[in-house]
C-alpha cells in the first residue's frame, strides 16, 4: 500500500484486482480501514488515482510508495530497450510513438497521453490556428491519471490539467522542462532528485534553477551528480549567492547542448562537456582558475561561448595570459560567436586575437563594457583583414568613434555597448546581499 501523510494524520490505499482497501487516523494509531469493490479491475485503478489525487491536492505527501507485487510480469527489459532508443535520440517522435503502443499494452496511462501529445504536435504542425478537441482530451486523461503521471509531484502543479502551467512543461508524455526557483514548495534539490526519480521525469530536457542559496544550489547539483539524467541538453544554473562548486557535475552532464552558470563566484573545475553547442559564464569576479578552467576545456562542438568578467562592484582576477589560453586554441572548429564583457584587457585580447586561427572564423565577436585604448586600435589597424567573417563587433560606447576611423572595414557593424545593458546581475547581487537572513527555525537575522 501506498502511504500519505499531512499534519499528524495518515492515510493509505492499495488496490488487489477490483477492490480498493484504505486506512486512515491518527499518525501511531491504528486507524480505521474500509474496502470497496469495483466493477472491473479498470473501474478500481480509475478510483484509486482519483482518491490519491484529493488526498494530493488536500496537501497529503507521499511517504512511503506502493510495494510491486511479487510474481508480477516483468517487463523491465522490453522497458529499457524501448527507453535506451529514446535516450539515443530524445527528440525523435517515432521512439516516442513505439513506447506509446506499448504502455497502451501495459494498461499505462502514460501511453495514451504520448499518444495524444504526439497527435496534437502532427496537427499543430498542419494547421497552427486550427480548433481542436485534443487539448481537452489531454487535460481530461492528465486529470484523471494525475496520481499515476504526478504522484507527489502534483502538491507543485498550479493546474494538472494543465502540462504547461508551471513548474513544469510536458512533451510527448514526459515532462520536458522543469524550472525552479527558491521557495517553489520545497528544497530545490530534493524537489530535484524527486522529479527525476519519477517516471515522468525519465526523459527531462532542460533544466533552470533559480536559488537564493548556495547549500540548496549545491543540493541541486548533488541530485544531478546521483543521477545523472540522461537525456538532459540544457542546463541554466543561477546562484544568488557565494561561491559556487561545480567540479563534480560534469560527468553527469555529458549530454548537454545549452549550459548557462550565473554566480557571484564559481569553482568549475575540469570542465568537459564535449556535446556543448552554447555556453554562458556570468559572474560578478570571474577568477583566473575559472577562465583557465573555460579556456583548456575540451569545446569540439561549441558555437557561441558567452563570459562575463567583472561587473560594477567588484574586479576580476583573471589576465590576458589566462584568456591567451583560449583565443590562440586552433582545436575550437565550430566557435563563430565569442563574447568577452566586462573585459578589463578587451582592447589588448582584441589585438591577440588578430594573430590567430580563430579570429578568421568569427562572426560575431562582443567587447562590450570593457576597456579598449585608441592605441590596441592603431595596432589592429594593419590587421583588419584577419577577420573576414565578421559581421558584428561590439565595442564600449566611447572608442566607437575611434574604430570607425582606425578599423574601418573590421567589421560590417561596428556596435557601441550603449545599445545594451551589461546586465542586472550586479543589482540582483546586491538586492540578494540586502535581504535579512533567516536562521533554521526561521527568524530573520542580522
Known amino acids: ?26 499518525l501511531g494509531a ?8 469495483y466493477g472491473s ?11 490519491v489525487l484529493e488526498k494530493l491536492r488536500a496537501g497529503y505527501q507521499l511517504v ?32 516516442y510513438a513505439v513506447y506509446a503502443d506499448w504502455l497502451q499494452r501495459q494498461g ?8 495524444l501529445q504526439l497527435a496534437r504536435e502532427a496537427e499543430l504542425a498542419r494547421s497552427p490556428k486550427g480548433r481542436s478537441t485534443l487539448p481537452a482530451a489531454i487535460a481530461r486523461h492528465v486529470e484523471r491519471h494525475a496520481a499515476r503521471l504526478l504522484g507527489g509531484l502534483a502538491a507543485l502543479v498550479p493546474d494538472v490539467r494543465d502540462l504547461a502551467s508551471g513548474p513544469f512543461a510536458w512533451r510527448f508524455g514526459f515532462i520536458h522542462r522543469v524550472v525552479l526557483e527558491t521557495g517553489a514548495g520545497g528544497d530545490l534539490g530534493a524537489i530535484v532528485e524527486a522529479v527525476l526519480r519519477h517516471p515522468s521525469g525519465r526523459f527531462v530536457r532542460e ?30 544554473l543561477l546562484v544568488r549567492d557565494a561561491r559556487l562548486d561545480l567540479d563534480t557535475l560534469w560527468p553527469a552532464v555529458a549530454r548537454l547542448r545549452r549550459l548557462t552558470v550565473v554566480a557571484r563566484a ?48 567588484e574586479p576580476s582576477s583573471a589576465s590576458l595570459e589566462d584568456l591567451q589560453r583560449l583565443l590562440g586554441r586552433t582545436d575550437l572548429p565550430a566557435l563563430t560567436h565569442l563574447k568577452l564583457r566586462g573585459c578589463a584587457f578587451a582592447g589588448e ?28 586600435l592603431r595596432r589592429l589597424a594593419g590587421h583588419t583583414a584577419s577577420f573576414p567573417e565578421l559581421r558584428e563587433l561590439w565595442l564600449p560606447g566611447d572608442i566607437v568613434p575611434e574604430a570607425q576611423r582606425l578599423v574601418a572595414g573590421i567589421a560590417k557593424h561596428l556596435v557601441s555597448d550603449a545599445r545594451g545593458a551589461l546586465d542586472t546581475f550586479d543589482d540582483d547581487v546586491a538586492t540578494r546581499a540586502a535581504r535579512p537572513r533567516r536562521d533554521p527555525g526561521g527568524r530573520a537575522g542580522r
Open 41 to 51: 479491475a479498470g473501474a478500481a485503478e480509475a478510483q484509486h488515482d482519483d482518491l
Open 207 to 236: 533544466l533552470a534553477i533559480r536559488s537564493d542559496d548556495l547549500d540548496e544550489a549545491h543540493r541541486v547539483v548533488d541530485a544531478l551528480c546521483a543521477l545523472a539524467p540522461p537525456a538532459l541538453a540544457e542546463l541554466d
Open 349 to 376: 585580447a582584441l589585438t591577440a586575437l588578430a594573430t590567430t586561427a580563430l579570429a578568421r572564423r568569427l562572426v560575431v565577436l562582443d567587447l562590450s563594457h570593457g576597456h579598449v585604448e585608441r592605441d590596441d
Open 1 to 26: 500500500m501506498a502511504r500519505y501523510e499531512l499534519a499528524g494524520k495518515f492515510w493509505t490505499i492499495g488496490r488487489t484486482g477490483t477492490t480498493l482497501t484504505m486506512t486512515s487516523g491518527k
Open 266 to 313: 564559481f569553482d568549475l573545475g575540469a570542465v568537459c562537456a564535449p556535446a556543448v553547442e552554447r555556453a554562458r559564464f556570468i559572474t560578478a569576479r570571474l577568477s583566473g582558475d575559472g577562465l583557465r578552467s573555460i579556456a583548456t576545456a575540451p569545446w569540439p562542438a561549441l558555437q557561441r561561448l558567452e563570459l562575463r568578467f567583472a561587473g560594477r562592484f
Open 30 to 37: 491504528r486507524g480505521r480501514t474500509t474496502s470497496r469493490a
Open 64 to 95: 512511503e510508495p506502493a510495494v510491486v507485487v511479487a510474481g508480477a510480469p516483468k517487463t523491465d527489459a522490453a522497458a529499457a530497450a524501448l527507453e535506451a532508443s529514446i535516450i539515443a535520440d530524445p527528440a525523435d517522435p517515432a521512439a
Open 108 to 115: 499505462d496511462p502514460r501511453g495514451e497521453l504520448i499518444a
